[in-house]
């Protein structure tokens, strides 16, 4: 659906945009990840054809964005980070200038509204003034704005920026949503633990450099390399036996005993010997009632990716 080819953009003594490539398949949910000035919000710009790159290439649904522009932006939505509002407009006024601007048809343009009020919940406020809205109806809004075309690719710039714990779950479930109708979300946030929860790709850059891609999971998986497990028992009086018991198991280090019936220690052996781990616990008589291997989070990875870049 996305296809990046050496995305490079210039500017007077800064390079914000370094030789980016990489490419997104239909209906899957990248997050896009980096420090404040990495390029991210100059890429989507780029990609959003609002940009003119200093030079490389960047393809939407196989359609290069430097020859067919206006083709493109029938088939994208790009929700920025800050838009722009009309005075005396209502939601419903709001959306009907875009529908307009897109050239809806007027026999469709009004189903189309409702839709896509719909499902924001916006229609609960169709009438109000936009001026007027918060800032999570702004957002949804905004959204909505960067739907009404139907977009195949949605490109998101900081989309939870500023709103409330409720709104921005109710963010993640609309993302969901999307990719489950097929649509191609490309999001950046800072919220990194957020990002971890609905994204299925990762794409990080520093300095506008590329400097990791790809599935999620996998990504964690090839960078973590010690497990923290802690393991809590239903019968208290096993915990210092079941310390011995890992003691003498390769691999395991740092073994602390937390309250009366919980132990915590380092696995530094890979992830598929976890569960015999557990198996041979069970096995031993142990009265295991949970057993949970601490993964990396999208922040350590952050972190540990770009630790001393920047």
């Given at each position: 659906?996305l296809?990046?080819?050496?995305?490079?953009k210039?500017?007077?003594k800064?390079r914000?945009?370094d030789?980016?490539?990489?490419?997104?398949?239909?209906?899957r949910?990248?997050g896009?990840?980096?420090?404040?000035g990495a390029?991210?919000?100059?890429?989507?710009r780029i990609?959003?054809?609002?940009?003119?790159?200093t030079?490389g290439?960047v393809?939407?649904?196989?359609k290069?964005?430097?020859e067919?522009?206006?083709?493109?932006?029938?088939?994208?939505?790009?929700?920025?980070d800050?838009?722009?509002?009309?005075p005396?407009?209502?939601?419903?006024?709001?959306l009907?200038?875009?529908?307009?601007?897109?050239?809806?048809?007027?026999s469709s343009?009004?189903?189309r509204?409702e839709q896509?009020m719909n499902f924001?919940?916006l229609?609960?406020?169709?009438?109000?003034?936009?001026e007027?809205?918060?800032?999570?109806?702004?957002?949804?809004?905004?959204?909505?704005?960067?739907?009404?075309?139907?977009?195949?690719?949605?490109?998101?710039?900081?989309?939870?920026?500023g709103?409330?714990?409720?709104?921005?779950?109710?963010?993640?479930?609309?993302?969901k949503?999307?990719a489950e109708q097929?649509?191609?979300i490309?999001?950046?946030?800072?919220?990194?633990?957020e990002?971890?929860?609905?994204?299925?790709?990762?794409?990080i850059?520093?300095?506008?450099k590329?400097?990791?891609?790809?599935?999620v999971?996998?990504i964690?998986?090839?960078?973590q390399?010690?497990f923290e497990i802690?393991?809590k028992?239903?019968?208290?009086p096993?915990?210092?036996?079941?310390?011995?018991?890992l003691?003498?198991?390769p691999?395991?280090?740092n073994?602390?005993i937390?309250n009366?019936?919980s132990?915590?220690f380092?696995?530094s052996?890979d992830?598929a010997?976890?569960?015999?781990i557990?198996?041979?616990?069970?096995?031993?008589g142990?009265?295991?009632?949970?057993f949970?291997?601490?993964?990396?989070?999208m922040?350590?990875?952050?972190i540990?990716?770009?630790?001393?870049?920047?």
């Amino acid at each position: 659906m996305l296809k990046v080819d050496n995305l490079t953009k210039d500017f007077p003594k800064v390079r914000a945009v370094d030789n980016l490539s990489f490419e997104l398949q239909k209906g899957r949910i990248c997050g896009f990840v980096g420090p404040n000035g990495a390029g991210k919000t100059t890429a989507m710009r780029i990609i959003a054809t609002l940009d003119d790159p200093t030079f490389g290439k960047v393809y939407v649904s196989d359609k290069s964005i430097a020859e067919r522009p206006y083709d493109i932006r029938r088939i994208i939505g790009f929700m920025p980070d800050h838009y722009g509002v009309y005075p005396d407009l209502s939601v419903l006024d709001y959306l009907e200038f875009y529908a307009r601007a897109y050239e809806i048809p007027s026999s469709s343009r009004k189903r189309r509204i409702e839709q896509i009020m719909n499902f924001t919940g916006l229609d609960k406020i169709a009438e109000k003034d936009v001026e007027t809205l918060s800032k999570g109806m702004r957002q949804r809004l905004n959204l909505g704005r960067a739907l009404i075309n139907d977009p195949q690719l949605l490109i998101m710039d900081e989309p939870a920026a500023g709103l409330d714990p409720r709104a921005r779950v109710e963010l993640r479930y609309l993302i969901k949503q999307l990719a489950e109708q097929g649509k191609t979300i490309f999001v950046s946030s800072h919220i990194l633990t957020e990002l971890g929860e609905i994204c299925d790709d990762i794409l990080i850059i520093d300095k506008g450099k590329k400097v990791a891609f790809g599935d999620v999971n996998e990504i964690q998986k090839s960078m973590q390399k010690t497990f923290e497990i802690s393991v809590k028992l239903l019968e208290a009086p096993q915990i210092q036996g079941l310390e011995r018991f890992l003691m003498e198991r390769p691999g395991i280090s740092n073994i602390r005993i937390k309250n009366h019936d919980s132990i915590i220690f380092t696995f530094s052996k890979d992830i598929a010997e976890i569960p015999p781990i557990m198996r041979e616990m069970t096995s031993q008589g142990f009265s295991v009632i949970e057993f949970k291997p601490q993964m990396m989070t999208m922040e350590d990875v952050f972190i540990q990716i770009t630790e001393g870049e920047f």
